[in-house]
C-alpha cells in the first residue's frame, strides 16, 4: 500500500494555529456551552418544582417530585440527546456537516424558550409540555455532538487537533458554570424582593407565587448563547475533508480552504478519482472490512463512553441530594423554595469552579503532550480511587467535622473525570474513523454515553435510596443506599479503565493516516 495525500489536507495538517481556528472553537463551543446550561440547569430548579407543584397540607417536608415525574423530567432530554445523536450523526455523513448545523443549533433555542413557557399552572399540565419540550431540545442537543466534533477535527492541525477539539468541549464546564451563577444571581434578586419564610414557620408562604417565574426564566436564559452564534455557524464553509473524501468536489475543497487558510492550493481532481478508485477505501458501517478495521475501535469508544456518564451522570445529576445527605445543603424544611435554590446552585458551582472546569482545561493543556489513551486510563483510574475512598469509609464522611474532606475527594472525581475519560470520550471517535462514516460513529459512541447516562441517572436515584423503606424518599422503593451506589459507581470507573485498552492513541496523526484513507493500492 503506498500513501497519498492530498495537498488541501496535508495543508489543513501543518497550518499554523490562526484566528480561524479560534473562531471555529467559539462557534462550535458555544453549541456545547448551551448543551450543558440546559442538561444541567434543570438539576438546579427540580427541588423547587416539587416544592410549586407537589406541596401536601401538613407534611412535614416541602413537596417532591413523585418518582415517575421526576424520572421522566430529568430522563426525557437523555433519551432525546441519544436519538439527536445518532439520527444527526448519520445525517452529517449524508448531507454534511455545515448542512445539518444551523438546524440543531435553532432546535436548541427554540426548545429551550418552550421549556420555560410550559403550559398552565396545574402540575400534570406543566409537567407534560416541559417534558416534550426537553426531549426536542435533547434532541437538538443530541446532534451538536458528532457535529461539533467531526468539524473541528475536520478543520484541525495535526499537531494541535486534540487541544482544539478538547477545548470545544470544554466549553461545557463554563455552561454548567454559567448554569449555577445565573441561578445564584437571580435567586439571590427574588429572595431579596420577595422575601419569605421557611417551610417549617409556614409550609404555604415559603414557596412564593413568583417563584413560579424563577425557574421558568433559569430554563429560558439558555437560548441566549446558542442564539448568538447561529450567523456564524451559517457563515462557515463545509470541511474541506467532507467536500473532498465524500462530496469528491476537490475543486470546492481546495477553494473553501484557500480562504479559510489564505493561501493558494491545487484542485486535485484525479488524486480523488485515485483514492475514490480503491475498493480499499469503498465499506460501509456494516461491512465485514469496517468491522475488521475499525469494529473493536467502535467497541472501545461506545464501551468507555457508556461506562463514563454512568458514572459521570449519577453524580452531576444527582449531586445536589448527596450534599443533602452529608448536610452540606441544610434540610429542606429549614429553608423557603428560593433559598433552597441558592443553596444548590451555591454548591453546584462550587463543585464546578473548584474541578469541572480546571479538569477540562487540563485536558486541553496536555492532550497532544500526553496522548488521549494516558490521559483516559490515568482519569479512570483515579475515578475508581477516590470513588472507592468515599465509599468505604462513607460513615466516617457523614460527620459534619468531616464534610470538607468529603467534598474534597468528591472535587477529585470530577476532576479526573474532566482531566481523563470525559473529553478523551468525546476526542477520540472524532479521530479514527473514515470520512464519510466519522460523524455516524461518533454519534454512535457519544449515543451509548447518553445511554449511560441514562443508567446511571435513574440507576442512582433508585439504587441510592435508603436500605430501610420507612427512611427512602416519598414513592420510592427501599434501594442499597448512598454508600453501596457508590461501591457499584467505582467498580464502573473499573471496567472503563479496562475497555480502555481497545482505543488506539491518534497523537500526531493524520485523521487520514488514523482512518486508512490515504492508501492506495500500488500497480
Not at 448543551?35 to 430548579?45: E, G, I, N, Q
Not at 499537531?159 to 437571580?186: D, E, P, S, Y
Not at 464501551?303 to 449519577?314: E, V
Not at 485498552?501 to 492506495?520: A, D, H, I, R
Request: net charge positive.
Amino acid at each position: 500500500m503506498a500513501k497519498e495525500q492530498l495537498e488541501v489536507l496535508n495543508a489543513l495538517d501543518v497550518a499554523k494555529t490562526q484566528w480561524y481556528h479560534f473562531t471555529a472553537i467559539i462557534i462550535a463551543g458555544m453549541g456545547f456551552f448551551t448543551d450543558a446550561y440546559d442538561l444541567f440547569c434543570l438539576s438546579l430548579v427540580t427541588k423547587l418544582l416539587g416544592r410549586i407543584y407537589y406541596h401536601v397540607d401538613g407534611a412535614a417536608k416541602p413537596g417532591s417530585l413523585p418518582p415517575n415525574v421526576s424520572a421522566a423530567v430529568n430522563g426525557v432530554a437523555l433519551v432525546g440527546t441519544l436519538s439527536g445523536q445518532l439520527f444527526f450523526g448519520w445525517l452529517g455523513d449524508k448531507l454534511g456537516r455545515k448542512r445539518v448545523y444551523g438546524l440543531t443549533l435553532m432546535l436548541m433555542v427554540l426548545c429551550s424558550v418552550c421549556s420555560g413557557l410550559s403550559l398552565g399552572h396545574d402540575a400534570k399540565a406543566v409537567m407534560s409540555t416541559l417534558c416534550f419540550f426537553r426531549f426536542w431540545l435533547g434532541f437538538g442537543i443530541g446532534g451538536d455532538y458528532p457535529l461539533s466534533a467531526t468539524i473541528m477535527s475536520e478543520y484541525a492541525s495535526k499537531k494541535t487537533r486534540g487541544a482544539f477539539i478538547a477545548a470545544v468541549f470544554a466549553m461545557q464546564g463554563f455552561g454548567i458554570l454559567a448554569g449555577g451563577i445565573f441561578a445564584i444571581i437571580i435567586s439571590s434578586v427574588f429572595e431579596a424582593k420577595y422575601s419569605a419564610p421557611s417551610y417549617q414557620v409556614d409550609p404555604i408562604a415559603s414557596t412564593i407565587p413568583q417563584a413560579d417565574y424563577l425557574w421558568r426564566i433559569i430554563v429560558m436564559v439558555g437560548a441566549l448563547p446558542a442564539a448568538m452564534t447561529y450567523y456564524w455557524r451559517m457563515k462557515m464553509p463545509e470541511t474541506a475533508r467532507y467536500t473532498a473524501l465524500v462530496a469528491k468536489n476537490a475543486q470546492q475543497a481546495a477553494s473553501d480552504m484557500s480562504k479559510v487558510l489564505q493561501v493558494d492550493i491545487e484542485a486535485e481532481t484525479q488524486k480523488i478519482e485515485k483514492l475514490d478508485g480503491q475498493s480499499a477505501n469503498s465499506f460501509g458501517l456494516f461491512s465485514s472490512k469496517f468491522l475488521r478495521r475499525h469494529g473493536l475501535h467502535l467497541l472501545g469508544t461506545a464501551s468507555t463512553w457508556f461506562l463514563l456518564d454512568i458514572a459521570f451522570y449519577s453524580q452531576n445529576l444527582f449531586q445536589k441530594d448527596i450534599f443533602s445527605a452529608i448536610g452540606w445543603i441544610p434540610p429542606a424544611k429549614t429553608m423557603n423554595a428560593v433559598q433552597e435554590v441558592y443553596r444548590i446552585a451555591r454548591a453546584q458551582t462550587l463543585i464546578a469552579l473548584c474541578s469541572t472546569v480546571p479538569g477540562y482545561w487540563f485536558t486541553v493543556a496536555f492532550i497532544d503532550k500526553i496522548g488521549r489513551f494516558a490521559i483516559q486510563l490515568m482519569g479512570f483510574f483515579f475515578m475508581t480511587v477516590f470513588m472507592f475512598a468515599i465509599a468505604i469509609p462513607y460513615k466516617h464522611w457523614t460527620h459534619s467535622e468531616n464534610r470538607i474532606g468529603f467534598v474534597v475527594l468528591y472535587s477529585f472525581t470530577f476532576f479526573f473525570a474532566n482531566f481523563g475519560p470525559n473529553a478523551t470520550t468525546f476526542v477520540v471517535p472524532a479521530e479514527i474513523f473514515p470520512a464519510r462514516l466519522r460523524s455516524t460513529c461518533h454519534g454512535i459512541s457519544a449515543a451509548s454515553g447518553k445511554l449511560g447516562a441514562i443508567v446511571g441517572a435513574f440507576g442512582f436515584l433508585y439504587l441510592a435510596q435508603n436500605q430501610d423503606k420507612a427512611k427512602a424518599d416519598a414513592g420510592y422503593p427501599a434501594g442499597i443506599g448512598v454508600r453501596n451506589s457508590l461501591l457499584v459507581l467505582g467498580v464502573v470507573n473499573l471496567l472503563g479503565l479496562l475497555f480502555t485498552f481497545l482505543v488506539p492513541e491518534s497523537k500526531g496523526k493524520s485523521l487520514e493516516e488514523m482512518s486508512g484513507e490515504n492508501e492506495v493500492e500500488e500497480q
